[in-house]
DNA sequence: TCTGGGGTCCTAGGACCC
DNA sequence: TCTGGGGTCCTAGGACCC
């Protein structure tokens, strides 16, 4: 019966049941999902033991915003999203740690938990850096699902200390709802199920509409209009009515509310565009800052497209001036290239980035942002063609591997292109409340003293 | 003084073709 | 005065997600 349902999961023998007989099958398919809670801040209190029960805030780059906080920082009236000089104040009075964003601490850390949920259930999918999808197809028939569910969030716990909230229904979206009861509800123990159609109405008229996964403040605020302030009341509309006002996303949305499932995450994920972008840690009007700068980033880009075994045929590079500073000239602008053969090779690809810096520079201004882009991605590294104008191509590929290579072991930056600088210059980017790299860093390891 | 980064999908509308 | 019609492809912009 396992089997059945896993070959109708991947063929498209699913989709031509779905209206039929599948119906009756997907009375019985649960999916959870499992979020991990305020994830950054939760990482860093697995390193800062100190900090149980104190309000905790993570900064995204150059400490620009708030981007993930503990339900204690919550509580203190910080969002999520707010710029950390506004909140300063309160952050100093009431005594909230502060860390710059790690992001090489919390992938490290994400694997970690994926892998313990991937020991629970057999077919899981990553959806974001702290929330995995886990389909429960076939074990409902043996097992109490909310148990099994209890016991990974605790296994979770037990091994990497990180707080973790399942919500289990028959659509993704309805997941998601659940999720937040077993988060806001001590009395779930991290998990909650959505099962029968009374529990299904009931959690959509205790939720927010705004709380609903797919739902963003416009649909919020073009829902509200029409007179709907509930999940449930909009669960409750005609599906021509909704299909009349709205698109295929909030139609799909309301059908998830419904219990009919049609979101479908799970295909094979190959980026189609890689970006790298940054604000500067300081404004710059030199050419060669913009230009070293893009390097960086154009290199970190071709490291993510070989470490999904593709060649980028088109490149565009972007800058801009700081948008807050009204008092200065304000510019910004894009141009592309592209490639007469797909390429993956850094020295190619920063070339390339560097022709596109000299024809967007403009003298005068104090630029705040550049960025990276490839796009056009196909699958392949190697692309050793008839006509091929580079030559040597791929020794040119080996040698990014093997920069790729030695990265990967000895730590970011350890070789590159000369084009990207050194790493003191003031466009790069501030960290000034940084975690060390505990788990990807021999040189940064935690030292215990006994 | 200080204001994030990286994605996806969908749709409307323009350009172009026959 | 009335100013083809149907199709494809591309792109910009909107909306959403974490």
């Not at 509580?75 to 909230?96: D, M, Q, S, T, Y």
Request: glycine share 6%.
């Amino acid at each position: 019966m396992l089997k059945l349902f896993y070959v109708l999961r991947f063929s498209k023998l699913y989709l031509s049941l779905h209206s039929g007989s599948r119906l009756i099958l997907s009375l019985r398919i649960m999916v959870a999902l499992a979020d991990c809670n305020s994830f950054f801040a939760s990482v860093e209190k697995v390193f800062h033991p100190g900090l149980k029960g104190r309000p905790v805030c993570v900064l995204s780059s150059n400490d620009g915003n708030i981007v993930a906080l503990t339900p204690e920082a919550k509580a203190l009236g910080i969002k999520r999203g707010a710029p950390f000089f506004e909140v300063k104040g309160v952050i100093e009075k009431n005594n909230v740690a502060v860390f710059s964003g790690n992001i090489m601490l919390y992938a490290a850390m994400s694997k970690r938990v994926q892998s313990i949920m991937r020991r629970t259930v057999a077919h899981t999918e990553a959806y974001s850096i702290d929330e995995q999808f886990l389909y429960l197809d076939g074990y409902e028939q043996h097992h109490d699902l909310v148990k099994i569910m209890r016991d990974m969030v605790e296994q979770i716990a037990l091994w990497t200390d990180i707080p973790v909230s399942v919500g289990i229904a028959r659509t993704k979206t309805l997941a998601k709802v659940a999720s937040k009861f077993a988060k806001k509800y001590k009395g779930y123990q991290g998990v909650c199920m959505i099962e029968s159609d009374s529990q299904r109405r009931k959690a959509l008229s205790m939720s927010g509409l705004d709380d609903i996964w797919g739902i963003g403040p416009r649909t919020f605020a073009r829902l509200n209009s029409l007179g709907i302030v509930n999940p449930l009341q909009f669960a409750d509309m005609r599906g021509d009515w909704v299909q009349r006002h709205f698109h295929k996303p909030e139609y799909q949305t309301w059908l998830e509310l419904n219990g009919q499932p049609c979101i479908d995450t799970s295909e094979i994920i190959r980026r189609q565009t890689i970006t790298t972008s940054r604000s500067f840690g300081k404004m710059t009007d030199s050419k060669e800052q913009l230009k070293a700068s893009v390097a960086t980033f154009a290199a970190s880009c071709c490291n993510t497209l070989r470490s999904q075994n593709s060649a980028a045929g088109c490149i565009s590079v972007f800058v801009c001036s700081n948008r807050f500073r009204e008092d200065l000239p304000q510019y910004g602008n894009i141009a592309s290239l592209n490639f007469s053969i797909p390429s993956a090779d850094t020295i190619e690809i920063t070339k390339a980035a560097m022709e596109l810096v000299d024809k967007i520079y403009r003298p005068g201004i104090l630029f705040k942002k550049s960025g990276v882009i490839l796009s056009q991605l196909v699958p392949g590294c190697l692309h050793n063609v008839l006509f091929d104008t580079v030559s040597r191509r791929n020794e040119r590929i080996e040698l990014s591997r093997a920069m790729d290579m030695m990265n990967h072991k000895y730590g970011v930056q350890t070789v590159g292109l000369a084009a990207s600088g050194t790493k003191d210059e003031e466009w790069r980017t501030r960290k000034d409340h940084l975690t060390p790299n505990y788990l990807t860093d021999i040189d940064q390891i935690m030292t215990i003293n006994i």
